[in-house]
């Protein structure tokens, strides 16, 4: 069973930055896409960034793009998320999650996930 943990996560002021990580404890994650998602109070859990296994294509939401990035790393396992430029609706709790499908923006989509990294951005 792969497990994911996520880690990065923190408080910071509006324009900042963070860099989120999550790491596969499985020795491969060979064929799997990776995605990020967040969940807000009270709110639906949401799309924010997706990577294949290569790496070759990205898919961000509009809400991100030009200030996210994604990225990762097979070699250690590790898929990152910089966000620069932060704003206070950028807060929530930021999950990584792997699949094999390419729905990237469905949760339902994703069959394992980690458990999840606070980001608070104050304004």
Known sequence: ?????????GLVQGGGSLRLSCVASAHTLRSTAMGWFRQAPEKE??????????????????????????????AKNTVYLQMNSLKPEDTAVY????????????????????????????S
């Open 45 to 74: 859990r949401e799309f924010v960034a997706a990577i294949t296994w290569t790496g070759g294509s990205t898919y961000y939401t509009d809400s991100v793009k030009g200030r996210f990035t994604i990225s990762r790393d097979n």
């Open 95 to 122: 999950y990584c999650a792997a699949t094999y499908s390419t729905q990237w923006s469905r949760p339902n989509a994703y069959a394992v996930w980690g458990q999840g990294t606070q980001v608070t951005v104050s």
């Open 1 to 9: 069973q792969v497990q994911l943990v996520e880690s990065g996560g």
